[in-house]
């Protein structure tokens, strides 16, 4: 007889007749290949002589009295192999649709307590399956999560199937096999007893191993500059995280293995899991889209990860450990959506690695399971939904399977499925497993939580083309020849930073161009009226939205719609800002249609690069004293941009000189000043007979002032106010022409 743990014992204090807590799978096999033909009665002997091979499979669970001690496994003395094989056959038509809502039907049945906590089905009549020989054979695996996890592997199918058709020759148990004797209540309250005598003795201990544990970690954490943890991310409140049903819906995708493995090949570093959460994350990015409920942040997932080798793999067992991964459903480009998984995933396993995962195990040891089952149970009646606490969206789990043929009483598998159980707040799970060349996605929801579940097999295929067809351009995208439509590169000598007088002056003239944006008002108001499109307007380094208020306002009185970039101060350049800019231009674009950004210093630069990714989305782009070119140079600020942003800065696409110096491929108008104290001037003069669609027009004005200076404020009001179909450059007329040159 053996104690669970804590881990295992809390998926039983977690299940409940909505939420059953055990594992599924099903394998289909085609009888006809057995050389010495295939009978329920062979496959029943096959099995009978293996089950030796997995003590769980005669254990039964034993309760302590009043729940005071974690639960027992004992070999069950009145185990009966018949009641645990079921053999029945597939309604008509017998097609793929009935044998999926059978499946259904059956996992979602919760297992019977009182025995050993496994069930296999053999279900036959598999008559009009696509892709099935006509007498295939389906077998479905239930198998409680609390004995799967660590000890049994794979279940019964890990004992059951066999690497050649001929099964291995396995003798039958003997019938006076040992069994444990289940103790009395009397004896389970002296075992709760003397375990909570000695805790004390073993948290020492524990004390001692978590210290040791957070000084390496800390140590880790600072050599290897790893910035925040995984777990810092915050999974968005979405409609997957409410309260489950007893229903499910359950939905199947198989791709070639190959394909996979090709995007994985044209990615270097990258992973076949790497891949899959990939595909899973745009896909629940398309689904959420389609249902209207796509949020800002990017959704979380958890999904096991590799992070244990060598002398901790075999202290203790375990290979696998349930890290936070961000989606990145935030981002619409595949292949940035990509990287940003990629990145997460890296961060989980180093973070993981740094601090042990099983010091909360090992803590929850010393918990009264009493009050964990209680408190559990009372949280799962009384804390609504919306109460939860989110530490993911949902769970992906990637299994490998075998790609070479196994047998089943010489019974060839031809498929393979899984499926996991589904909690409340924790949204759908995504099982993926791969056989023979091919790569299942075996997705598990409640229809209260995920509507329309069938739908979400499109998504895997529509995202699955996507990165294909990414991965297919990167390879063979050749440089675009120059024409008027597309912008060539930016060419500049070396430029240095303005004058530390200019510099000094920033803070004196500011408050001078303040006022004159109220006195000019009455010559602003004869600027040309806008057609109502929206205007975005993005802050510049350590600026917010309060710093382009005026702007706005001003462009609101010229019959424009304005709106800010809504990510409080800007700090320089985030996976988040960026994923969140990219949300909130496509909700404008989605509401008003093309949208024109003016974005000032820093935020001209993220206006460009918005332009770049989505043309389609950008009418007009205004820059306010944004660089464009030599950016290492070209700023008396870049010191304080290094300091706050850290080491990393370089590989940020703000600070990229090669990036930066390719203006956007709409009509893009640089505004500069000859006394910019901030930004030197040459590197935001663009040369419009190069890029035929780009402009520089100069003002007099600080760089701090450029968003309510009424010089940069009349010339804003001119450029928005071109048709967006026939564009033409800034002209100076009339009076104008003491006040602004164009280049």
Request: positive net charge; glycine residues 6%; contains cysteine.
């Amino acid at each position: 007889m053996r104690q669970l743990s804590t881990t295992e014992a809390s998926f039983l204090v977690a299940a409940s007749p909505k939420t059953p807590m055990h594992m599924s799978g099903m394998i289909i096999v085609d009888p006809s290949t057995a050389p010495d033909g295939f009978s329920y009665e062979s496959a029943r002997k096959v099995i009978e002589s293996r089950l030796s091979l997995l003590k769980t499979s005669r254990e039964r669970l034993v309760t302590v009295p009043f729940e005071l001690d974690l639960p027992y496994m004992a070999m069950d003395p009145e185990f009966d192999l018949d009641y645990h094989l079921r053999y029945i056959p597939l309604p008509k038509p017998g097609d793929w649709e009935q044998l999926l809502a059978l499946y259904n039907r059956l996992v979602r049945r919760p297992l019977d307590l009182n025995r050993p906590l496994w069930e296999l089905y053999f279900v036959k009549d598999l008559d009009n399956v696509a892709d099935v020989p006509k007498g295939s054979l389906a077998i479905i695996q239930k198998i409680h999560h609390s004995i799967v996890d660590r000890r049994s592997g794979g279940g019964i199918f890990s004992v059951i199937f066999d690497l050649q058709p001929e099964a291995a020759k396995t003798p039958l148990e003997k019938e006076s096999r040992e069994v444990d004797k289940i103790p009395s209540e009397l004896e389970l309250l002296a075992r709760s007893y003397l375990s909570l005598i000695f805790q004390p003795f073993k948290l020492t201990r524990l004390f001692t191993g978590t210290a040791q544990s957070f000084f390496r970690a800390g140590a880790k954490l600072v050599i290897d500059q790893m910035g925040l943890p995984p777990f810092s991310y915050s999974a968005p409140k979405i409609l997957f995280n409410g309260r489950v049903c007893r229903n499910r819906n359950i939905s199947v995708k198989t791709f070639s293995l190959d394909t996979i493995k090709n995007i994985k090949k044209a990615i270097p570093g990258s992973t076949v899991n790497d891949v899959v959460l990939a595909i899973c994350g745009g896909a629940m990015r398309r689904y959420l889209m389609k249902q209207g409920e796509l949020p800002r942040k990017p959704l979380i997932a958890t999904a096991p990860i590799s992070i244990w080798s060598g002398e901790k793999k075999r202290k203790t067992g375990r290979q696998l450990a349930g890290a936070l991964v961000s989606l990145a459903t935030n981002l619409n480009d595949p292949m940035g959506r990509f990287d940003a998984i990629f990145k997460s995933i890296r961060e989980s396993k180093a973070y993981h690695k740094a601090i042990d995962a099983d010091l909360l195990t090992d803590y929850n040891q010393y918990i009264p399971f009493a009050i964990t089952t209680l408190a559990s149970r009372v949280t799962a009646q009384t804390v609504p939904a919306s109460r939860f606490a989110f530490r993911s969206n949902l769970m992906i789990a990637n299994v490998p399977g075998p790609q070479v043929p196994i047998y089943f009483a010489g019974a060839k598998a031809l498929f393979t499925i899984g499926s996991s159980p589904i909690m409340d707040g924790n949204g759908p799970v995504i099982n993926v497993q791969s056989y023979l060349g091919k790569m299942t996605f075996c997705t598990t929801s409640c229809p209260d939580t995920m509507p329309n579940a069938k739908t979400f097999p499109d998504s895997l295929q529509e995202e699955l083309d996507a990165l294909l067809a990414a991965v297919a351009g990167s390879r063979t995208r050749k440089p675009a020849k120059p024409t008027e439509t597309i912008c060539k590169p930016v060419h500049m000598a070396v430029v240095k930073p303005p004058s530390k007088t200019l510099l000094m002056l920033e803070f004196a003239r500011t408050p001078w161009e303040m006022g004159a944006h109220y006195f000019a008002r009455p010559v602003l108001s004869l600027a040309p009226k806008g057609d109502g499109h929206m205007v975005m307007a993005i802050p510049g380094f350590l600026a917010n939205d309060l710093t382009t208020k005026a702007m706005r306002m001003y462009l609101n009185r010229c019959g424009y719609k304005t709106s800010g970039w809504k990510q409080g101060t800007n700090y320089g350049y985030s996976d988040e800002i960026g994923g969140n800019l990219v949300w909130w231009v496509s909700k404008l674009f989605e509401k008003h249609g093309k949208i024109s950004l003016v974005g000032q210093s820093l935020g001209g630069v993220y206006a460009c690069e918005l332009a770049r990714m989505y043309p389609h989305m950008v009418r007009f782009v205004i820059t306010l004293g944004s660089p464009y070119a030599d950016i290492e140079n070209a700023s008396n600020v870049m010191w304080l941009y290094k300091r706050i942003n850290g080491a990393d800065h370089g590989k940020r696409f703000d600070y990229q000189p090669q990036r930066c110096q390719i203006p956007p491929p709409v009509p893009t108008t640089s505004i500069y000043s000859k006394t910019d104290g901030i930004i030197t001037w040459r590197s935001s003069d663009l040369d419009k007979h190069n890029n035929r669609q780009c402009e520089s027009v100069e003002i007099l004005g600080s760089h701090i002032g450029m968003s309510f200076n009424p010089h940069s404020l009349w010339v804003v009001a001119n450029r928005l106010a071109q048709p967006e179909d026939d564009w033409q450059p800034f002209e100076p007329t009339g009076r104008e022409k003491y006040f602004y040159r164009n280049r």
